[in-house]
């Protein structure tokens, strides 16, 4: 069994910033690649950015580049979302997800709860 859980979500004001933190635990062998997605409201679920392993990461957004950064620490089974210069329409749910081979062999992917970011103008 694997759980992810999100934290560090919450209000703020436009031009500030948040980080997203995303825990694994549980019969972890090893975590591949970390996503965030975020879905805002009345909108479908996007993706945010991945990072590999070995830190090589991806935004799918052009608007994010320069303000959020993806960053992980696999001694810690965690990945980060630092979230700069937030704009309302940044507001969402953002959650995130993992590839994870657990100790029985088995390879899967594993969601978290989300957790909500609200940025006021």
């Known amino acids: 069994q694997v759980q992810l859980v999100e934290s560090g979500g919450g209000s703020v004001q436009a031009g500030g910033s948040l980080r997203l933190s995303c825990v694994a635990s549980g019969s972890i062998l090893r975590i591949n690649t970390m996503i965030w997605y975020r879905q805002a409201p009345g909108k479908p679920q996007e993706l945010v950015a991945h990072i590999t392993r070995d830190g090589d990461s991806e935004f799918y957004d052009d608007s994010l580049k320069g303000r959020f950064t993806i960053l992980r620490d696999n001694a810690r089974n965690t990945a980060f979302l630092q979230m700069n210069s937030l704009k309302p329409d940044d507001k969402a749910v953002y959650t995130c997800?993992?590839?994870?081979?657990?100790?029985?062999?088995?390879?899967?992917?594993?969601w978290g709860q989300g957790v909500q970011v609200t940025v006021s103008s």
């Open positions: 997800n993992a590839n994870v081979k657990t100790e029985d062999g088995r390879t899967r992917d594993v």
